[in-house]
């Protein structure tokens, strides 16, 4: 753990994590996003800090392709999808950070509404600064919890 890294802050509890934790397996946690990418995004992130996908365990990496795929279904079930991004992001104020997924699943309303897809779809969500409720977190992380257990 790093103590000045959000991401180990938030595994670490010092941070409230919007909607609790969801799924975690030996070397992997799942977690709704927080910030403004909209209801269902979720995070893969590996429980050590790491900065670097080549720096990954050979145990990390064995079921990182797996979870990146349940995510992935899981996320495309909690909300109507049109597609469901999966993203690799690793920056904090310019530096590495620790490695994460995001897991989006976009919708067409939020094509709409955004007027872009992809990256630029991205960057529209977070200068919209609009993020999901907690109490909306809250619901969606109970269902996906249930989601993670039937897609075992």
Aim: glycine share 10%; charged share 15%.
């Amino acid at each position: 753990m790093d103590d000045d890294c959000m991401a180990c802050a938030l595994a670490a509890g010092r941070i409230p994590l919007p909607g609790g934790r969801i799924y975690r397996t030996e070397n992997w946690l799942v977690e709704h996003c927080v910030g403004p990418l909209g209801l269902g995004t979720l995070i893969v992130k590996p429980k050590r800090h790491v900065t670097s996908v080549a720096d990954l365990s050979s145990a990390e990496a064995l079921e990182l392709g797996p979870l990146l795929q349940l995510a992935s279904w899981v996320a495309s079930q909690l909300v109507e999808a049109e597609q469901v991004y999966n993203c690799l992001w690793s920056h904090s104020g310019g530096t590495p950070g620790h490695i994460h997924y995001v897991i989006q699943p976009v919708t067409k309303q939020q094509m709409t509404a955004h007027d872009g897809y992809g990256p630029r779809l991205q960057l529209a969500m977070f200068g919209s600064e609009i993020s999901p409720g907690a109490a909306e977190v809250a619901v969606i992380a109970d269902h996906a919890r249930r989601l993670f257990g039937l897609g075992q």
